[in-house]
């Protein structure tokens, strides 16, 4: 057996292209394909002013023309059909009169004189009349016998042309009269007009004698006349769309350019101008719009250079504070370390004296970070940390300071941790910030620092439960030296610059920092990193807005841990009763009120 000769049990490769299914046509295919004109259509329409302009010019035109275009063809049609009436109605008259008074005064008494009288007075009414074509039927009144002269027609008109209406009218009463009529095949049916009489034929016998007219050249001129209206119309529409669109684009090109113009200023090209041309309305708009974008780029570059040399002046003179500052603190901390040997009054001194410049050094540094965040020279350094040991530290920290407050300070975190790559020099000094603000502000209650995590995100969010802030104090609250009571003191020491830094600091990390308040009743901080570089934020894990806003009672130090799990925001822990307020109770109740203790240092 050779080698290519097939056993049938080797796999043989198949040419998948060749059996593949043909691709179905679906619903979804003809939607896309119907709506997707009809879309660009929707963006074009909303998008260009000159667009909607000539459309809707057009659309207006069209109307407008299609009813005068109605009108006069309607009129056009009735003063024609009329005035063709009229004349086929006096020459109908005339030979039907003279036809009759020339067969009723006939005395032939045999069939061959009768016909030939009938045959010479009938082929006078046939052929042109005044502006139409006409022939003749001649057809016995029903009932009657023994006739010398036969149904006739002319042309290639039968009998079934008269409408038995019509008939039955001849036959009953003496007049002329007439209607129009469809003359021809069902497909090519021309308009007619048939006018009948009764006439007597020898012996005396009633026939009703008819003159047909064909009233088709009064149809191609009908029809002629609409082809030139309609031609006409076309030509005025495409005349009117044109003179649209120019008007149009001379209005409308000025302002686009405008708008380029302003979205070219506006992406920091101060010097584009608008090309001013002539004297009219839209180059005095030019001409305003230059004047104005010129006042703008020097107020512009004036705020940039008053700028550049305010951010110049708090460098420098950051830079030159720190080394005299630095002598002035090592002879404040000596003379500070040997107070003990003063008298009170020079002691008191000495530790003013330290602690103003321990404050005048925050300032100072809070001063050189700003000038670094102005000149763009800050840097991260991350690095993976978890965001639990952070803040651990930052709650020994402030420990201290709350305790001069009466607050105290209950962290909730996840026990497996939140890692994210951040720089935790900087995440420190943000979670710092915002305690010591939420202390400072927080009417000696409690400060709940909670932190979470997702798929994207960590998220850390300090709560206090003091004076709270307005909506529009949270819009401030980030700004550099705002401050949402000036007559309030401040005590910790601040710059007024931590929450600034703190939001600098956040926007290197691309993180959130938000804010929210209610009077009276707290605020709340919600910091919000990316957990690694690569990562960008859906959503925080948590909630800036507290899902219960109504402040707590002060407790005591014991009854919240400063780490681990705590109560939801807004629960009011249970208070045990004292020995002696036992005895007069035996349960506790837990909404009662906290201890006069606590209510004196309210």
């Not at 929707?42 to 010019?57: E, F, G």
């Not at 048939?194 to 191609?220: A, H, W």
């Not at 700028?307 to 090592?330: G, I, K, Y």
Request: a negative charge; one cysteine or more; hydrophobic letters at 40%.
């Amino acid at each position: 057996m050779s080698s290519h000769t097939s056993t049938g049990k080797e796999l043989v490769p198949l040419d998948v292209s060749a059996h593949s299914r043909p691709k179905r046509f679906t619903v979804a295919k003809l939607r896309s394909w119907i709506w997707r004109p009809w879309t660009e259509l929707k963006l074009r329409w909303q998008r260009h002013l000159i667009y909607r302009t000539v459309i809707s010019t057009l659309l207006f035109t069209t109307l407008a023309l299609l009813a005068a275009g109605a009108f006069l063809s309607n009129q056009i049609a009735s003063t024609l059909y009329d005035e063709r009436v009229n004349q086929i109605s006096k020459e109908s008259e005339r030979g039907l009169t003279q036809a009759r008074s020339i067969l009723e005064s006939a005395s032939t008494t045999d069939r061959a004189s009768t016909q030939a009288l009938v045959n010479s007075t009938l082929a006078s009414l046939e052929g042109d009349g005044a502006t139409v074509v006409r022939d003749f039927v001649l057809m016995p009144i029903a009932g009657d016998q023994s006739l010398y002269v036969g149904p006739m027609a002319s042309g290639s008109l039968t009998t079934r042309v008269i409408p038995q209406d019509l008939a039955e009218r001849v036959a009953g009463e003496q007049g002329i009269y007439w209607r129009s009529v469809e003359l021809g095949s069902a497909d090519q049916a021309q308009p007619g007009l048939v006018v009948g009489t009764k006439v007597l034929i020898p012996p005396g016998r009633e026939y009703g004698l008819y003159l047909v007219y064909d009233l088709s050249s009064v149809q191609d001129t009908l029809e002629f006349i609409n082809r030139a209206l309609s031609f006409t119309g076309l030509i005025l529409l495409v005349v009117v769309g044109f003179v649209a669109w120019s008007v149009a684009r001379t209005v409308v090109r000025p302002v686009a350019d405008a708008a380029y113009v302003s979205e070219r200023i506006a992406s920091g090209d101060l010097d584009r101008r608008m090309k001013v041309a002539g004297k009219d309305e839209v180059a005095r708009l030019g001409t305003a719009f230059n004047h104005m974008a010129q006042s703008l780029q020097e107020q512009i570059t004036q705020l940039n250079n008053l700028s550049a040399m305010q951010q110049r002046f708090v460098s420098d003179v950051s830079h030159e504070l720190r080394t005299p500052l630095t002598t002035v603190r090592m002879a404040a901390e000596v003379i500070h370390d040997a107070r003990e040997d003063f008298d009170p009054l020079t002691s008191r001194s000495a530790e003013l004296m330290y602690n103003q410049i321990e404050r005048f050094q925050h300032l100072l540094n809070d001063l050189l970070e700003v000038s670094r965040f102005d000149a763009g020279v800050a840097v991260l350094d991350r690095e993976s940390t978890d965001l639990n040991a952070i803040a651990r530290k930052v709650v020994d920290t402030a420990t201290p300071v709350a305790d001069e407050y009466g607050s105290i300070i209950r962290l909730s975190a996840p026990a497996e941790g939140c890692v994210a790559e951040v720089d935790p020099r900087r995440v420190e000094r943000i979670i710092r910030n915002l305690v010591l603000n939420a202390v400072e502000h927080g009417e000696s209650n409690p400060i709940d620092i909670t932190i979470a995590e997702n798929h994207s995100a960590v998220a850390l969010t300090v709560r206090d439960y003091g004076i709270g802030m307005t909506p529009e104090a949270s819009l401030h609250v980030f700004d550099r030296f705002w401050r949402a009571d000036p007559a309030r003191a401040r005590t910790t020491g601040g710059s007024g610059l931590g929450l600034s830094i703190s939001m600098e600091d956040t926007r290197l990390h691309e993180g959130r920092l938000e804010a929210w308040g209610k009077p009276d009743v707290g605020s709340v901080f919600r910091l919000t990193l990316p957990k690694s570089e690569d990562h960008e934020i859906d959503s925080s894990p948590l909630p800036l807005e507290p899902a219960v806003s109504e402040a707590i009672l002060n407790t005591t130090g014991d009854s919240f841990p400063l780490t681990g799990e705590v109560p939801k925001i807004g629960y009011t822990p249970l208070i045990l009763p004292s020995e002696d307020e036992q005895a007069h109770d035996d349960v506790a109740d837990p909404q009662s009120s906290v201890p006069e203790s606590k209510k004196e240092r309210n």
